[in-house]
């Protein structure tokens, strides 16, 4: 969905960190898409890794340059940033599971806290520095929610280790600003979904599509009981693109905190439901009888077991970002919903499954 400032990008050089990822990717594309010349650092440019970028048709690449770094290595970012006068740096890289952020804690917040200050340092000491930097946070770093919403201005109680290393990494963007001038704006996500999201291990959407689109037979979703309480808002992927494209262009978003803007607010088994219920109705109109298996499989219900912490309820108060930006959605769930849906419907026919 183009934006006001579509236009502002179109000759611009921009840097994406984790451009790779799912939310990376599309942000790249668009960018692209626009005329812009994009750099993506990326810890995994393997080119069998499953990303949208690696699915772009040649001729919307030509001005792509991708670099295999990890943002952990200061002198290689440093080096990076200093010998190109990047116009606008959006920063994504970093753990963005919980359950993985857990595993393996060290490597979690070296990345998401010192690779977050590796970049806005790098940043600061450039002799031409970018109009912009964006960062991605999450609503994560609010910790569990007191009242019906997370303000910008709400308490940063998170305590987990991805929160912990997101909300380092948030609070060192607006001490930059404040203390070097450094020209930063941060957007805290909720929980996002759309097509090409690849993080079937972990991630909701993802994970459960998975499963219902198992090209040997379809398997029930999984719902973990410790969820069954859970709340969390949503927004469909391109929305987001139009968030950070946004906060990158306008004068207002300099030196500010954001919450996205979410389409719907649900707990976890309904969120679930939708996508069964969903996938039925598409799927009965060319795999009927997959439809049918998808149907009567449900969703499977166990337990976790094991060590995460979870927060129950999250929902971002968007006053702001409506107010100051003028941003506002414009994919219901509904209809993020049926695209993704019908995105892995014609990726499994196209398999001949």
């Not at 790779?20 to 626009?34: C, D, E, N, P, V």
């Not at 499953?50 to 200061?74: K, M, Y």
């Not at 917040?109 to 340092?121: E, P, S, Y």
């Not at 006053?319 to 993704?340: D, M, N, P, Y």
Request: net charge negative.
């Amino acid at each position: 969905m183009p934006t006001e400032f579509d236009s502002e990008l179109s000759d611009s050089l921009t840097l994406v960190t984790g451009g790779m990822g799912f939310i990376g990717s599309y942000l790249t594309a668009r960018l692209l898409a626009l005329g812009g010349r994009v750099v993506v650092v990326d810890c995994d440019t393997d080119p069998a890794r499953q990303s949208l970028l690696h699915e772009l048709p040649q001729d919307r690449r030509s001005g792509l340059e991708i670099v295999d770094l990890d943002l952990r290595d200061r002198d290689a970012v440093a080096a990076l940033i200093h010998g190109r006068n990047f116009d606008y740096v959006f920063h994504l890289a970093g753990y963005s599971v919980i359950e993985k952020s857990t595993a393996f804690p060290y490597d979690s917040l070296m990345t998401n806290a010192i690779g977050g200050l590796n970049v806005f340092d790098a940043v600061r000491r450039s002799e031409t520095p970018p109009r912009r930097v964006v960062i991605t946070s999450t609503d994560k770093v609010y910790g569990e929610m007191d009242g019906s919403h997370y303000l910008e201005d709400s308490p940063l109680r998170g305590i987990g280790i991805y929160d912990a290393g997101k909300l380092t990494a948030d609070v060192m963007a607006r001490s930059h600003f404040h203390t070097f001038g450094t020209p930063m704006a941060v957007l805290r996500l909720c929980n996002v979904f759309g097509p090409h999201d690849y993080n079937v291990g972990y991630r909701l959407f993802p994970k459960s599509l998975s499963k219902i689109f198992n090209p040997v037979a379809p398997e029930p979703p999984v719902l973990y009981y410790e969820s069954m309480d859970h709340w969390r808002d949503y927004v469909f992927v391109e929305d987001v693109i139009d968030a950070l494209i946004t906060m990158a262009c306008h004068e207002q978003s300099l030196g500010e905190v954001f919450n996205m803007s979410s389409v719907v607010h649900l707990s976890t088994p309904s969120v679930i439901k939708e996508i069964i219920d969903t996938s039925v109705r598409i799927l009965a109109e060319v795999d009927p009888y997959r439809a049918e298996l998808v149907e009567k499989n449900g969703m499977q219900v166990t337990t976790y077991g094991q060590g995460a912490l979870a927060i129950q309820r999250q929902r971002l108060d968007h006053t702001k970002i409506a107010q100051r930006l003028g941003f506002r959605t414009s994919v219901t769930f509904e209809q993020g919903l049926e695209r993704t849906i019908t995105h892995h419907t014609e990726r499994l026919l196209r398999n001949g499954h």
